[in-house]
């Protein structure tokens, strides 16, 4: 790690540039991170199909009266709308065979907040499409498929408002012609050496960015982020284990026992209670 800092200290911006690109779910997204946080993923006909009936207005249906409408076939790239309208979705949800043993999530993105319900009525989970870091897409299927699975449906009430309304989160009002898009329904399974690797790049991330830059645990900080960047191949799996190596060495250094413990104590809030 040592001899690393030498050229870091030069360019310690280009270096924490370069960190942000490689968790960046954009235009690199094939070569970085996020190209390896997925083993496996399908999606369209015959593992995810969907139809959609809409509501009237502005109105907000029961599941009861929901279920009961007429559905028309959708695909990836619907588009929701328009403002503080509702869309009940059902989709219809065929487990490949070689899924079997694995946890396996769908992956539903309409860009706008929806809701997860059970064939039965059961409200299961709620959804926060778009971007930022409240966005939550994912939802469980099942923790462990089995080798041959029958379909499963579940129904998304889909809600064309975003977690804060529709305004410009200042002052204006709200646009009451936005429309949404469904930018993704797959079933997916994810990769746990590759999840393990993205969060601990982003606690280094955010001690990057918090700790003062001529802290010694702030250089080791971006040499060790640094070093897992280079380390990783997209193609090749066995790089999340040395960048994992990287990472634990550096989380696992201890200092004197004088010093302060910490403690991380959870907390949330639901707006909506």
């Given amino acids: 790690m040592e001899h690393q800092m030498s050229y870091l200290q030069k360019h310690p911006d280009v270096t924490k540039s370069r960190l942000n690109t490689f968790m960046s779910n954009g235009q690199f997204k094939k070569a970085n991170i996020h190209a390896s946080l997925y083993e496996s993923r399908v999606n369209g006909s015959p593992h ?8 009237d207005g502005q109105e907000r249906p029961t599941f009861e009266h929901a279920v009961k409408q ?71 299927v099942t923790k462990k498929a089995k080798a041959s699975e029958t379909k499963r449906v579940l129904y998304l009430e889909v809600a ?17 012609n936005r429309s949404f898009t469904l930018n993704t329904a797959d079933l997916v399974v994810k990769q746990v050496d590759a999840w393990a690797l993205y969060h601990d790049l982003d ?20 040499s060790t982020a640094n070093a897992i960047i280079n380390a990783y191949d997209a193609k090749d799996s066995t790089t999340l284990t040395t960048g994992l190596e990287i990472s634990r060495k550096f989380f696992g250094a201890k200092s004197g026992d004088a010093t302060h413990q910490v403690f991380a104590i959870g907390n949330c809030h639901i707006d909506t209670a």
Wanted: glycine content about 12%; some cysteine; proline content about 6%.
């Fill in 48 to 55: 995810v199909q969907m139809e959609v009936w809409a509501a």
């Fill in 70 to 140: 007429e559905f028309q076939p959708i695909e990836v790239g619907h588009s929701f709308g328009l403002s503080w309208s509702t869309h009940w979705v059902r989709a219809t949800l065929q487990i490949p065979s070689d899924f079997a043993g694995k946890e396996v999530r769908l992956i539903f993105d309409p860009s706008c907040e929806a809701m997860v319900w059970s064939a039965e009525g059961q409200a299961l989970q709620g959804i926060t499409g778009g971007n930022g870091q409240d966005r939550r897409v994912n939802f469980v």
């Fill in 160 to 176: 064309c408002n975003g977690m804060f309304g529709l305004g410009d989160y200042l002052i204006g009002p709200p646009d009451e």
């Fill in 203 to 222: 606690i280094l991330k955010q001690m990057i960015e918090g700790l003062p830059k001529d802290s010694p645990r702030w250089w080791q900080a971006l």
